[in-house]
């Protein structure tokens, strides 16, 4: 049986790190599942309203981005509420909030309320636009923010409109993992100027950077702006996924002079039958060679004529990469309460990071978190009699696999 969220041993490089997370979607869960992930101490501070939908039919376990931490109940409207976050504030190292500018300022918990309580708490702000600017205030989903960052507008195939990538390059690179660096950044030089300061992570800047190379790239000239012509954005015949005889995927990557010799040998493509590896005027018909090849055969029949090679792999759907045996030999996923999911990363070799909880429902550890950061029992006792916060109880107990360990 895998540890609870309240019995937790909090392991990884950050331990000791204490972070307050203001309960939000996307990017701010994600950073905050990244710290807790490496053994910081993370407290979720999910709305009252939230803890009332726990029941029979509410399963939490599934929210695999909470996973790690605690969860209190507390009611920011309530004027007890500030309160509330202000005490945890003054015990901890960093915050997290996903709120437009000015939200937090409104709730009285901004940045210098929590500053008055604690001078060296890193405040971290996670927003779509910024804290300035024309469009500090509109709303937006990551789409909206890849589209404005440019990173969109590099993703599809050739004729074919601008790909979504998932919520990959807004929420989860741009937003949650920029802002994770940004926090650990400003705890290391708060240790040592004594001051805390406030993080202003913009997901249109985030994906932005996380483009850098092309940015850079299309500055230089040598990057073709129009989708799907290109060496790494499925322009590339050598550099591209084709159906096999069995209507699976096989991914091809042969960048390299050496790997796309043994990916002809591979193939049975006669080179000399084939324009240059290099004349993009023939990438087209090129491709039509591959797409013809690659179909004669099954996936599992290209990727044993291939072993060694270095340049085909099987598509694997996301069931399949569960049980993948380099997967499973290197332990890079867990199931937790019947919920698999990736363990942290990297990997440290003397400060392994754990993943050993099931996500906590919103308020399931309101009394005894607050209790472990130092709250009295009485204090605890008032702010639940005034609707402060809320205590819930724990969802039943399912069955669960010990967490693993990051070796």
């Not at 605690?70 to 997290?96: F, H, T």
């Not at 437009?100 to 996670?126: F, H, K, Q, S, W």
């Not at 050993?356 to 204090?379: C, M, Q």
Request: aromatic share 6%.
């Amino acid at each position: 049986m895998s540890a609870t969220v309240a019995e937790r041993s909090f392991t990884g490089p950050l331990r000791g790190l204490k972070v307050v997370e203001i309960g939000s979607i996307g990017p701010g869960p994600y950073c905050a599942m990244l710290l807790a992930d490496l053994g910081a101490d993370v407290l979720r501070v999910d709305r009252t309203s939230g803890a009332a939908l726990v029941g029979p039919n509410a399963d939490f376990r599934t929210e695999v981005m909470h996973r790690g931490r605690r969860s209190v109940a507390v009611d920011l409207k309530n004027p007890r509420g500030r309160e509330v976050v202000l005490d945890l504030v003054a015990g901890a190292d960093a915050l997290i909030e996903g709120f437009r500018p000015g939200v937090t300022e409104r709730l009285g918990i901004g940045p210098d309320a929590c500053a008055a309580v604690n001078p060296r708490l890193v405040y971290g702000r996670m927003t779509g636009y910024g804290q300035d600017g024309p469009m500090a205030q509109a709303v937006g989903h990551d789409i909206n923010y890849i589209a404005q960052s440019g990173v969109l507008s590099l993703l599809g195939r050739n004729g074919a409109p601008p790909t979504p990538p998932l919520s990959l390059a807004g929420d989860f690179g741009g937003g949650g993992a920029v802002l994770a660096l940004g926090i650990v950044s400003a705890v290391w030089e708060a240790q040592r100027s004594g001051r805390g300061q406030v993080i202003d992570a913009a997901m249109v800047d985030g994906s932005a950077l996380l483009a850098a190379a092309f940015h850079g790239f299309v500055s230089a000239g040598t990057w073709d702006t129009e989708r799907g012509t290109n060496v790494v954005d499925s322009g590339a015949p050598f550099y591209d996924v084709y159906e096999t005889a069995d209507g699976r995927w096989l991914a091809v990557g042969a960048l390299e002079a050496h790997f796309y010799a043994d990916l002809l040998e591979i193939l049975e493509i006669d080179p000399g039958g084939l324009p240059h590896q290099d004349d993009r005027s023939r990438w087209p018909e090129m491709k039509k060679v591959f797409a013809d090849a690659v179909i004669a055969r099954t996936c599992e029949e290209w990727v044993e004529r291939a072993a060694g090679r270095g340049c085909i792999s099987p598509v694997l759907e996301v069931e399949e990469s569960w049980s993948d045996p380099h997967n499973v030999a290197r332990g890079t996923f867990v199931d937790i309460a019947g919920v698999t999911q990736p363990v942290p990363q990297p990997r440290f070799s003397r400060t392994p990071a754990y993943v050993d909880s099931a996500p906590p429902a919103p308020g399931e550890n309101t009394r005894e978190a607050l209790a472990g950061w130092g709250i009295p029992a009485h204090t605890i006792n008032e702010w639940e009699a005034v609707g402060a916060v809320a205590q819930t109880d724990p969802p039943p107990p399912e069955p669960t696999q010990e967490g693993s360990a990051v070796r």
